[in-house]
């Protein structure tokens, strides 16, 4: 966002601090750090979400070149003040204990220039992972918090208690994913207020698996590239797979209940000869399954 000295952003701050370059403070009465000397004035007011002051929010001036040229810390009522050491563009640095930091790019002249901040918390998230059978702490698990973007805020492993805990988390909505060996993943969503801790539990269930080998012949041979198509009880494919060179197929994180398997050989193949005189040696047939 570029804020230019024309721009209002509520009434001008009436508390007194200056620090020309950033250098050095004092403090008076009022609680405003405050050290006067040349050059143009940003000042304003840092609120929260809310509408409510934000006492003992630090703000620092950059420069173009990245030093810092300024700082200030809001008094009781929000309010700020600071001197650049010469007109040009700046980045403002708002940041304040359990919320989000915020930077902003103002341009400076030589009329002083009004800049409210409003910082958005940040919440907490805590909980635990059990298993859903028992209730059972789950170790070393894989916990992740992703934004409505799909961009991981946040990822850990769970102690062992099961617990994970992640701060500094901005408000909105999120999705919280669990996965761990041997259970089937999870993801919940999760709202964050931007104030306080949130704090769930998290049970997994655990995946079955069903493996085992196709045979064929008198001979019980293992066989290959056999189609094996797992069905639940309602009818719907849960899967689908081909048996390997040991003829073996296996599916994995199923839900408890009775299913159908249901194997097959390549499907037939017709193809059309026409014979004359001695007839035909090279006619080939190949079998494979329809999508492969």
Do not use: K
């Not at 050290?35 to 609120?47: A, H, I, K, Q, S």
């Not at 805990?165 to 999120?174: R, W, Y």
Request: aromatic share 4%; charged share 15%.
């Amino acid at each position: 966002m570029l804020i230019g000295a024309a721009a209002a952003h509520g009434g001008p701050a009436r508390a007194s601090l200056r620090q020309p370059g950033g250098h050095g403070s004092a403090s008076d009465n009022t609680g405003v750090s405050t050290e006067t000397g040349p050059g143009p004035l940003l000042n304003g007011r840092v609120r929260d979400a809310a509408g409510d002051d934000m006492a003992g929010a630090t703000l620092t001036l950059i420069s173009p070149a990245g030093h810092q040229v300024g700082r200030a810390v809001a008094h009781s009522a929000g309010r700020y003040e600071l001197t650049a050491p010469a007109a040009g563009s700046y980045v403002l640095i708002a940041a304040a204990d359990g919320h989000q930091p915020q930077a902003t790019t103002v341009v400076l002249h030589e009329e002083p220039l009004p800049h409210d901040v409003v910082l958005s918390g940040a919440g907490r998230l805590d909980g635990n992972v059990v298993s859903a059978g028992d209730g059972v702490p789950v170790e070393s698990v894989m916990v992740m918090v992703t934004d409505v973007r799909g961009d991981v805020l946040a990822s850990g492993m769970t102690d062992a208690s099961g617990g994970f805990g992640f701060g500094e988390l901005p408000a909105g909505d999120h999705t919280l994913t669990v996965n761990a060996p041997g259970f089937r993943p999870v993801a919940l969503p999760v709202q964050l207020s931007g104030s306080g801790a949130t704090t769930l539990e998290v049970p997994l269930r655990s995946g079955a698996r069903l493996r085992g080998v196709v045979r064929a012949g008198a001979g019980r041979r293992a066989l290959t590239d056999a189609r094996v198509t797992l069905v639940d009880a309602a009818g719907n494919v849960v899967g689908t797979t081909t048996t390997g060179s040991d003829g073996a197929y296996s599916f994995t994180d199923l839900d408890a209940g009775s299913y159908s398997l249901i194997t097959a050989g390549y499907p037939p193949v017709a193809t059309t000869v026409t014979l004359h005189g001695q007839g035909l040696d090279n006619v080939h047939l190949e079998l494979a399954h329809p999508d492969n």
